[in-house]
């Protein structure tokens, strides 16, 4: 005979079996010490948190910060110190980790740009990355430590260019007013031919002085 719970499509909930100690030591095994691992994994070998860090960190919210590169030699760091060699990391300079003097042996120093970018970076972790004001601060921070350098950089390089084009542009046209120079024949008087017939009236006043002469000579 069917029971009534079987038609109506219920059954009884079966025992729940009491989990096996062997069960629970292979899962403290593979979980660890819940105070030493992140998701099962040692915090000294692999744990790795959202943003790529250690979870230690991730509550600094350093994934709100822009890709990570080694700065070039000749840039500066975001006090306008120099880079040592070799340079730092961007988010080496964004989290404040560089050193009195740029000298990596010497302790960290913490400076107003440093410490700007860390306390936003906590509060864009706080609010899940909704936080314009201090979104605002990291963008200030990458303009003035990466784009603005850059601009400066290209705008040089333009300068320099147009000077040099400039120069180049001068020099070929004094080149163009030398060859003209040469090229142009230089105007000379014509020289003052005296015709024989010029000497005519001279010689015809000359002759009669010399017949009054003679006449006036005679009549003495």
């Known amino acids: 005979m069917v029971s009534k719970e079987k038609v ?9 079996k009491a989990v096996s100690q062997a069960t629970i030591s292979k899962l403290s095994k593979a979980m660890g010490d819940p105070t030493k691992t992140f998701y099962g ?26 890709a990570n ?12 110190s120099h880079q040592p060699n070799p340079p730092y990391t961007t988010h080496e300079v964004y989290k404040d980790q560089t050193h009195v003097d740029s000298d990596r042996s010497k302790p960290i120093k913490a400076t107003s ?4 970018v ?33 601009i400066k950089a290209q705008e040089e390089q333009l300068a320099k260019q147009k000077k040099a084009k400039e120069l180049e542009y001068a020099t070929l046209k004094m080149r163009v007013i030398e060859l003209e120079k040469k090229q142009t024949p230089t105007p000379t008087a014509p020289a003052i031919i005296t015709s024989p017939t010029s000497y005519l009236p001279l010689a015809v006043v000359g002759i009669v002085i010399v017949v009054i002469l003679l006449f006036l000579r005679r009549r003495a």
């Open 113 to 116: 740009f440093g410490l700007r």
């Open 69 to 80: 590169f080694v700065m070039s030699p000749n840039s500066k760091t975001g006090d306008g």
């Open 118 to 150: 860390v306390k936003a970076m906590k509060e864009l972790h706080k609010s899940n990355g909704n936080n314009p004001q201090a979104q605002k601060v990291i963008d200030d921070a990458h303009y003035q430590l990466i784009l603005a350098p850059q």
């Open 41 to 66: 994994v040692s915090l000294r070998q692999k744990a790795v948190a959202p943003d790529g860090g250690a979870p230690a960190d991730y509550n600094k919210g350093w994934r709100f910060l822009p």
């Open 8 to 16: 109506m499509g219920l059954t009884k909930p079966r025992p729940r």
